[in-house]
């Protein structure tokens, strides 16, 4: 279902691109760069917004 997620916005598994997207929270964007795929070292980046939300830069 998690790898869903990311399909459903377009995302190939086999062509790694840099994608970025904001989260509502900090355990919200752990949780998405840890769905199958999961993320691994340095293909994931996060910046958080003043808001409490966070930017999400990930490589995929």
């Known amino acids: 279902m998690a790898s869903n997620a990311k399909r459903a916005l377009g995302l190939d598994e086999s062509t790694k ?7 509502p929270s900090p355990e919200g964007a ?6 199958p795929p999961a993320q691994g070292a340095g ?5 958080n917004r003043s808001d409490g939300s966070v930017d999400v830069y990930y490589y995929l």
């Open 30 to 35: 752990a949780e998405f760069v840890n769905r």
């Open 17 to 23: 691109i840099w994608h970025a997207t904001v989260s």
């Open 43 to 47: 293909e994931a980046a996060f910046s």
